[in-house]
């Protein structure tokens, strides 16, 4: 085999010897030449060049034309869930696409729709300074919001009472000497009278002398759902007609306030800031589902606030507007909640033992005895004063509830017919 090489390389030498002086022949090996040059990037750069621009050309053309682009799009996703089907299957990756203008919309129409239902409240109160004889005024900053056209707002009875302000052991916060609201667009301030509070609840109902007011739309705070678009709408530190959003973080949170009330809450982390309480938390749709009531605050905590659920609002305020109170069921006794290693300690058993009973009430009137321990309500087992305030909760004023209690080692059955709460 190397023996033919060599014979046709002899060959082609020879050939090449005799028309080396050939002037064509030269021609051809200087074209050659050239061609190992610059003509190898004409004849092959040049077109694959060309050839990507006029793609990237036809694709921006093509990517212009909507149903050509979504077309496209369709294509590669289907390609790439082709090639890729055994990990999406694994990992159930989204591919649809998520519009942020929507999302932008949705934020734009709720707040619209929501913000002339939401007013800004301030308060003054008397202060009186315990060590140094002098007094003074203090004022407060909250928001409401729009519950009847003619003028009824509801909002935190923290905001207006001064009952969560007199902790402070340098100073005596008075009642509120004066409630002022300002609407959403009007620049007037108008004067509110306080209708009725709960600190149980930490609600309370204002109302001012206008009408025409545009009332928010509530919505069904039972419906809510974890993931859920949520936005806060107030006015924190004094800025008027503030809006922030997130998602619902959490329902049927149990929380407690600085006054020891404890209520079940709905947590998000749309930011709520000072100011924010008895606003406005709202839906996708701009109806309430809330009233901003509370924030976690530290230098490791961030976007947990809490909103009182609008369903559990509805009996307190229609109560604060008809009887300027809320009224509750009352048994009328101080207990203390006995675990297992207190009640052995002091010869007991697990329950609520009665540390107080009050005058004339239905606890006295029902023959409950100091030193008596409240095991079961209604035949239901109980060991603490929250499980016994629920079932008594339940009921209305007039109605009877069972207790067994444990007295000098035998059980006893007493039946408490409650009253209203003083």
Do not use: W
């Amino acid at each position: 085999m190397e023996e033919n090489n060599n014979n046709v390389n002899n060959e082609f030498k020879n050939v090449e010897n005799n028309n080396s002086s050939n002037s064509a022949y030269k021609a051809f090996k200087n074209s050659e030449k050239k061609a190992n040059g610059t003509s190898v990037g004409k004849a092959v750069v040049l077109p694959f060049v060309c050839g990507v621009l006029g793609t990237v050309a036809v694709l921006g053309t093509c990517l212009t034309v909507p149903p050509i682009k979504q077309s496209i799009l369709n294509s590669l996703i289907g390609t790439s869930n082709s090639q890729n089907s055994d990990s999406t299957n694994l990992n159930n990756l989204n591919t649809q696409q998520v519009s942020l203008l929507d999302f932008s919309e949705t934020g734009i129409g709720v707040a619209n729709k929501v913000k002339p239902s939401i007013v800004g409240i301030t308060v003054e109160f008397s202060v009186n300074s315990i060590f140094y004889n002098s007094s003074g005024t203090a004022k407060a900053s909250g928001s409401g919001i729009i519950i009847s056209e003619d003028g009824y707002i509801l909002t935190n009875n923290h905001i207006v009472s001064s009952t969560s302000e007199s902790n402070n052991a340098f100073y005596e916060v008075g009642k509120a000497n004066k409630v002022t609201v300002k609407l959403y667009n009007d620049d007037t301030e108008y004067e509110a009278q306080i209708i009725g509070t709960d600190s149980q609840t930490d609600l309370a109902v204002i109302k001012i002398d206008k009408t025409g007011l545009t009332p928010a739309e509530l919505g069904d705070s039972d419906s809510v759902q974890v993931g859920e678009f949520a936005m806060a709408i107030g006015n924190p530190l004094g800025l008027d007609n503030s809006v922030t959003a997130g998602i619902v973080s959490a329902v049927n949170r149990e929380v407690t306030d600085s006054d020891g009330n404890k209520y079940l809450a709905i947590q998000t982390d749309a930011a709520i800031n000072a100011g924010n309480s008895g606003g406005a938390l709202v839906n996708s749709q701009g109806q309430v589902i809330g009233v901003n009531t509370l924030k976690l605050s530290g230098e490791d905590v961030e976007g947990v606030g809490f909103a009182i659920p609008i369903n559990s609002t509805k009996e307190i305020y229609e109560q604060l507007i008809q009887y300027n109170k809320v009224k509750r069921p009352y048994i009328g006794i101080g207990g203390i909640d006995l675990d297992e290693e207190t009640a052995k300690k002091n010869n007991l058993v697990v329950g609520i033992y009665i540390k107080t009973i009050e005058d004339f009430s239905a606890a006295e009137k029902a023959g409950l005895r100091i030193g008596d321990v409240i095991i079961e309500a209604d035949g239901q087992k109980i060991t603490t004063m929250d499980e016994l305030n629920e079932i008594k909760n339940s009921k209305s004023i007039g109605d009877t509830i069972k207790l067994k209690v444990y007295r000098n080692g035998n059980e006893k059955e007493v039946t408490v017919t409650l009253q209203e709460q003083p």
